[in-house]
T-cell receptor, first 114, second 115 residues
């Protein structure tokens, strides 16, 4: 069954505000957590990822935090801009999975209002 | 910058017909994935190849779907016969290796509409 849950499904923020998207996973042995951005009509693209040996990773306005005890990880976007509007997907290895497989969350549609 | 290529970009077919999608990976990428993405949801894995071998097809409806990667490079996904519920975006993604987790590079997808 599905083992990656993502919330919220939609998020609307004002330009300049922060946005936070959260995902939970099932397998405590999971060790890789990527975030993909999919703009309307375009392919998903990796924006940031984190491995289980660190708790936080930043790349300019984007950061990902990982709580292994609670089995959740979050995407943080600061100083949001209209071009951040897109659908964001989290992913994690499936229960007992290996070989590079990923299970994707259902996605969060982020709207940044100017 | 190298990208994953897919064709066709759009396909409209009638139910019970056969359809085929093609994926050309980034050169050197040993791992290839086929995903189905229903509107408003995340990609769902159908099949994973490592070189020419299938390593996971547990979610592939094998009564009507088939996939091959004969030479370990490009790949074809086939549906025969197509059903109304198969309408979706079919995404191909590739990566450098399947032995550990690394970035998956997605193609533009094939949007299938079954009438």
């Amino acid at each position: 069954g599905e083992n990656v849950e993502q919330h919220p499904s939609t998020l609307s923020v004002q330009e300049g505000d922060s946005a936070v998207i959260k995902c939970t996973y099932s397998d405590s042995a999971s060790n890789y957590f990527p975030w993909y951005k999919q703009e309307l009509g375009k392919r998903p693209q990796l924006i940031i990822d984190i491995r289980s040996n660190v708790g936080e990773k930043k790349d300019q306005r984007i950061a990902v935090t990982l709580n292994k005890t609670a089995k959740h990880f979050s995407l943080h976007i600061t100083e949001t801009q209209p071009e951040d509007s897109a659908v964001y997907f989290c992913a994690a290895p499936p229960w007992g999975g290996s070989q590079g497989n990923l299970i994707f969350g259902k996605g969060t549609k982020l709207s940044v209002k100017p | 910058e190298a990208e994953v290529a897919q064709s066709p970009r759009y396909k409209i077919t009638e139910k019970s017909q056969a359809v085929a999608f093609w994926c050309d990976p980034i050169s050197g990428h040993a791992t290839l994935y086929w995903y189905r993405q229903i509107l408003g949801q995340g990609p769902e894995l159908l099949v994973q190849f490592q070189d020419e071998s299938v390593v996971d097809d547990s979610q592939l409806p094998k009564d009507r779907f088939s996939a091959e990667r004969l030479k370990g490079v490009d790949s074809t996904l086939k549906i025969q016969p197509a059903e109304l519920g198969d309408s979706a975006m079919y995404l191909c993604a590739t990566g450098e290796t399947g032995s550990s987790h690394n970035e998956q590079f997605f193609g533009p997808g094939t949007r299938l509409t079954v009438l």
